[in-house]
């Protein structure tokens, strides 16, 4: 049950990079964001530009759409990148070692959705839906664990 949510307008894929980066500082293994929206959204930007702030050695940061999984050293420990989309079944999340790696690495999660019973409770669920301007985008942060309480008052303000 989510209890809380707050949302911003991001006017610019650049000011999505930075604030993406500046959430990226406050991440621990052991935490799940769920990235929600449509194709095109931003899901992925969002997720490129935190890892790119956090990893150990500059790399691309490709989208994990065929992969689903690409794993990351960064310098808050290690990350999980995930893009759901194409998966059919929670057995082939459960082979991919995701729902371990929800308690060891940070996790980024395109189409959580997918996840169905597996989804964690404690996750982070940040939205990015359409704004009237192109290079907008609405975002929604939403948790119901107070681990985040605290930290996404500190991000957006
Ligand atoms: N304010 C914005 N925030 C994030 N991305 C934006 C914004 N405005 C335009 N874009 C563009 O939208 C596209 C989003 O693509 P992508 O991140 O791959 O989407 P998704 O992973 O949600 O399918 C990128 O080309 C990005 O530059
Ligand atoms: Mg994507």
Sequence with gaps: MVSQSLSAVLSSPEETGTLAGRLAQQLNPGDVLHLIGEVGAGKTHFARHLIQSVLEVHEDVPSPTFTLVQEYETVRGPLWHSDLYRVTS????????????????????????????????KALEVRLDPAPEEMARRMTVSWSDNRWTDRVTAWLS
């Design 90 to 121: 929670t057995g082939e999340i459960e082979e991919l070692g995701l729902t371990e790696a929800f308690d060891t690495a940070i996790c980024l999660i395109e189409w959580p959705d997918r996840l169905g019973d597996l989804a964690a409770a």
